[in-house]
């Protein structure tokens, strides 16, 4: 990567890709790439607005990331930890980044097993999409695990959380009580229109 924002090869090949389709032209003048970090890249997009003025839209992109709707026979897991980015802790569904070459579905059985130590016999694919703020951007995938066994957990250095089970028929209230985790309530009600909960 250059330090001149000008020059395209500061832009990472897969976010050039990423021109999203409206009913407005909102061509891209100008991407550049301002700080990675390891964890997202930061950086801008100068655009030209529908009434022909220009501005730059500034983005923070995280890697794709997996959140695990993990059932029991009449229980859903959950991780119970500390988010010191807002003080709290924060009971929400497992969930990761998606390794190099890693599909959703196989992410989520990795994350499932590494938090939890349950070892799904299935995973599958409920929904990816692209998740979007004002600033925040990155694709996230649903996934549903069953067929829950025992195995040994593997935590990174820094998790340090706790595995806690809530009845399905209570999950969707648990996970809205603050602090709420939308990635959490996403997966619940997105499981559940699929008639997997």
């Known amino acids: 990567m250059t330090d001149d924002p000008d020059d395209a090869s500061s832009t990472p090949p897969d976010t050039a890709d990423r021109a999203r389709t409206s009913t407005h032209e909102w ?3 100008e991407r550049a790439v301002e700080y990675e970090t390891g964890w997202y890249t930061g950086g801008y997009d100068r655009v030209t607005q529908p009434d022909g003025t220009e501005k730059k839209y500034y983005w923070a992109e995280l890697p794709d990331a ?3 709707v993990a059932r029991t026979d009449d229980s859903i897991v959950l991780v119970d930890q500390y988010r010191p980015v807002i003080g709290e802790q924060c009971l929400e569904l497992p969930a990761g980044i998606v390794e ?4 959703f579905s196989e992410a989520g059985a ?3 097993r590494e938090e939890t130590g349950f070892e799904p016999a299935g995973v599958s694919l409920v929904e990816e999409f692209w998740c979007a703020t004002g600033v925040l951007r990155h694709r996230r995938g649903i996934v549903f695990a069953e067929g829950l066994e025992p195995v040994e957990r593997d935590l990174d250095g820094n998790e340090f959380l706790s595995v806690r089970t809530v009845p ?3 999950a969707l209230d648990v996970a809205r009580r603050d602090p709420a985790n939308d990635a959490t309530i996403e997966g619940l009600l997105l499981a559940r229109e699929e008639g997997l909960l």
């Open 100 to 103: 190099d070459g890693e599909s």
């Open 27 to 29: 061509p891209v003048e």
């Open 66 to 68: 997996v959140v695990v």
């Open 110 to 112: 990795r994350e499932l």
């Open 168 to 170: 399905v028929a209570d």
